[in-house]
């Protein structure tokens, strides 16, 4: 029986160091799964975000379940003829009309257009083309529908505004022979064209029939005529491509950190317009996929290529969409700042490189002197106290994003820009070398663009993405600690065992003595 009570009191002793380890091994594999578990988990689900034909969001990614709202205003000119006349002592005055509104997103029919109202926007990528390397191609289509409900003007009203083919033609001119400025002058006067013009909304949106630009490359350049023999500000724009973009689809090289980063546009990888090799690159985010894991640190960016170039954006605060965590990101207040050192290489002329908050785009649009800045020249006050009727407001004219940190969605947006007419006195050239001021940035229209929230169902589907990691981690915890409490059971009840052997070996013991 001695023998016997010692064999067992040993194989007791195994099993209780054997659980012991098992133990401290499920404790580690269970602090494990805590720490790495959920960061695992949310790899996999990222892993879906990779652009490829089948993929989990492919559909949702080539044709967004978004309505985008499309406003436009334009500013109306009431005293530009005391202007002509005043010699500098006259402000020139301007009358916000607007908005009309377009919304996009909507069965293809033909849609109709409107200058200052709302109208149905609908988006969608044509000729996706899924690259071995990774980039991934693609046509994006937009359609415009007006929405008269939602408009506070109608597409007939006529404002006043300055004949941006005839400027265009003007600065053109700045340098040219004399025989080519006597061919412009005589277009001119054959033409009777005004230095301002009267046309209704819907006809500076999408087009009216303009003399200078039939044939006539001197005045705009062929990329910018989309209709033969018409010129509007978004005319040809409807139902069409703007382009060719190819992106990274998470797949390549870079992985998820390069997903929605543009690499080329229109099949061209840089630009022509700016002065290093840098800035001439095609690059930028796509504007709707960022990489996943933003931080308030991040600065993403979006490819404008109205602009040939980036826009930088900068972290501004966090805010809730339905309980979807999203940080809110803006343009870098230097974004349009001559002075700081990423923006000199997009000083070239004729940009005023001493400027703030405005951007010349005239070596990105052929020499056409046009000047984009955010609305009623927020951040530019030196442009904006040389107009009359001007109301810069941070609230209706900033341009902002609401981006999923965890994913690197887009969920939400308000894209606001204004163009402007960059008005030169030129030498020898009447009437434009008679003109009251010898420059002056004249706002024309300006655009809001307004992504809002995305329709529920996809936002229900975006908060189970979010949460299914930290679920299963604790599911997996909630595993390791039961399986803990069962090893510990059978630990607690083998040295209760022990005890007992060590009690009957004893009385054993004492007996036989």
């Given at each position: 029986p001695g023998t016997r009570s010692h064999v067992s009191m040993a194989v007791i002793f195994i099993y209780k160091v054997v659980l012991a380890v098992e133990m401290l091994i499920l404790a580690g594999l269970g602090i494990l799964s805590l720490l790495n578990i959920e960061s695992a988990l949310q790899n996999i689900i990222n892993r879906e975000l990779i652009v490829r034909a089948g993929g989990a969001l492919f559909d949702i990614w080539s044709e967004p379940p978004i309505q985008p709202i499309f406003k436009v205003f334009v500013f109306n000119v009431t005293n530009h003829e005391a202007w002509l006349a005043g010699n500098g002592s006259v402000k020139l005055a301007v009358q916000e009309i607007g908005p009309l509104v377009y919304r996009l997103g909507w069965p293809c029919v033909q849609a109709r257009t409107s200058t200052v109202a709302m109208f149905r926007e609908t988006w969608w990528k044509t000729n996706v083309v899924v690259r071995s390397d990774g980039q991934v191609s693609y046509d994006l289509v937009k359609r415009f529908e007006l929405v008269p409900e939602l408009s506070s003007v109608?597409?007939?009203?006529?404002?006043?505004?300055?004949?941006?083919?005839?400027?265009?033609?003007?600065?053109?001119?700045?340098?040219?022979?004399?025989?080519?400025?006597?061919?412009?002058?005589?277009?001119?006067?054959?033409?009777?064209?005004?230095?301002?013009?009267?046309?209704?909304?819907?006809?500076?949106?999408?087009?009216?029939?303009?003399?200078l630009v039939v044939g006539a490359t001197m005045v705009l350049p062929e990329d910018e005529i989309k209709v033969p023999g018409h010129f509007g500000l978004l005319a040809g724009r409807n139902l069409t491509s703007e382009g060719e973009y190819t992106i990274w689809g998470g797949g390549g090289p870079g992985g998820?950190?390069?997903?929605?980063?543009?690499?080329?546009?229109?099949?061209?990888?840089?630009f022509h317009a700016w002065s290093t090799k840098e800035c001439n690159a095609v690059s930028g985010g796509e504007g709707s996929q960022f990489p996943p894991g933003i931080t308030k640190q991040s600065k993403p960016s979006i490819f404008v290529s109205a602009m040939c170039r980036p826009i930088h954006l900068s972290f501004v605060k966090e805010k809730q969409v339905q309980g979807v965590q999203t940080?809110?990101?803006?343009?870098?207040?230097?974004?349009?700042?001559?002075?700081?050192?990423?923006?000199?290489?997009?000083?070239?002329?004729?940009?005023?490189?001493?400027?703030?908050?405005?951007?010349?785009?005239?070596p990105c649009k052929f020499g056409a002197p046009l000047v984009v800045s955010w609305p009623h020249f927020l951040d530019a006050p030196y442009?904006?106290?040389?107009?009359?009727?001007?109301?810069?407001?941070?609230?209706?004219?900033?341009?902002?994003?609401?981006?999923?940190?965890?994913?690197?969605?887009?969920?939400?947006?308000?894209?606001?820009?204004?163009?402007?007419?960059?008005?030169?006195?030129?030498?020898?050239?009447?009437?434009?070398d008679s003109l009251p001021v010898r420059r002056l940035l004249l706002p024309v229209i300006w655009f809001d663009n307004t992504i809002q929230e995305p329709p529920e169902t996809l936002l229900v589907l975006l908060k189970d993405a979010l949460a299914l990691p930290a679920t299963l981690a604790r599911g997996a915890g909630s595993l390791f600690s039961a399986l803990i409490l069962i090893q510990g059971s059978i630990y607690l009840l083998f040295t209760r065992t022990d005890r007992q052997t060590d009690s009957i070996g004893l009385s054993h013991q004492n007996s036989d003595f």
């Open positions: 109608s597409p007939d009203t006529v404002v006043i505004i300055p004949n941006i083919p005839f400027f265009s033609g003007a600065a053109r001119m700045a340098g040219q022979d004399m025989l080519t400025i006597w061919g412009f002058q005589s277009a001119m006067e054959m033409f009777e064209s005004k230095m301002f013009i009267q046309r209704t909304m819907e006809e500076v949106l999408w087009g009216y029939e303009e003399p998820l950190g390069d997903l929605g980063k543009v690499t080329a546009w229109k099949g061209q990888t840089r940080f809110m990101f803006e343009p870098d207040q230097q974004v349009f700042n001559y002075s700081a050192p990423a923006n000199q290489c997009y000083c070239v002329p004729p940009a005023n490189c001493t400027d703030s908050g405005v951007f010349y785009v005239a442009h904006a106290q040389r107009i009359s009727g001007l109301k810069p407001n941070e609230d209706s004219h900033r341009f902002h994003i609401l981006i999923q940190p965890v994913m690197g969605m887009g969920l939400s947006a308000s894209v606001r820009l204004q163009l402007n007419l960059d008005m030169m006195q030129v030498h020898n050239l009447p009437p434009f």
